[in-house]
């Protein structure tokens, strides 16, 4: 609700993943078998880039209105706050991203019958970028310039999932079994939905410690 409330920074991903999908074919050879061929790679990196865009204020609305304050003090769980925070996140970024995914693939040259293996991917993918960005948020939560340490921290840790991600996405192309990539990827989200709260965590306690 309170990301709705400023629906332009909710927009902005939005519309970065669009106009990204859409320039690289006027960018490019508009052939439908050259488009096919960097599909997948347009459709992962235009979403982790569009993640990226929301992630700084995942938590610096909380710290700057003093809600976080309030959040340490109502003795629950912060690592369920972490995950209600990155779970939110993904409803307000990564899902409208993964709804848009159909028209934006269709665009680039993907197969209708690749276009739920392309979803599949990306709500995989997306959780996970989600869960990377509340850690990285959460580090660099008192930084002036904390955008641009955010990015190079959760790239290079997303890096995997874009790999397994982008090839599933390839692979239902060419008529491939997808399974292999889609199932690291589920396990990668297990992975980061485990350790990320608990990581999360701690960025905002020392940020606490170091305003006061």
């Not at 909380?62 to 779970?87: N, R, Y």
């Amino acid at each position: 609700m309170l990301a709705l409330r400023h629906w332009g920074q909710v927009a902005q991903p939005l519309i970065f993943f669009v106009m990204i999908t859409t320039l690289f074919p006027l960018a490019l050879d508009p052939e439908l078998a050259e488009l096919r061929r960097i599909a997948a790679g347009i459709l992962w990196v235009a979403a982790l880039l569009a993640s990226l865009l929301g992630l700084e204020l995942l938590f610096r609305s909380d710290h700057a209105d003093g809600t976080l304050e309030q959040m340490f003090l109502s003795g629950q769980p912060l690592s369920i706050l972490a995950l209600a925070k990155g779970l939110a996140h993904w409803t307000v970024c990564g899902l409208p991203i993964v709804l848009l995914t159909p028209f934006v693939a269709t665009g680039i040259g993907v197969p209708f019958e690749a276009v739920g293996t392309a979803m599949k991917s990306l709500a995989l993918g997306t959780g996970i970028l989600s869960a990377l960005g509340a850690i990285g948020s959460a580090l660099t939560l008192g930084l002036r310039r904390g955008s641009l340490l955010l990015g190079l921290l959760v790239l290079p840790l997303a890096m995997p999932a874009l790999i397994f991600g982008a090839r599933a996405i390839d692979l239902s192309i060419h008529g491939d079994s997808a399974r292999g990539p889609l199932l690291l990827l589920a396990a990668m989200l297990v992975l980061a939905l485990t350790l990320a709260p608990p990581a999360s965590r701690g960025g905002p306690q020392d940020q606490r410690g170091v305003t006061r």
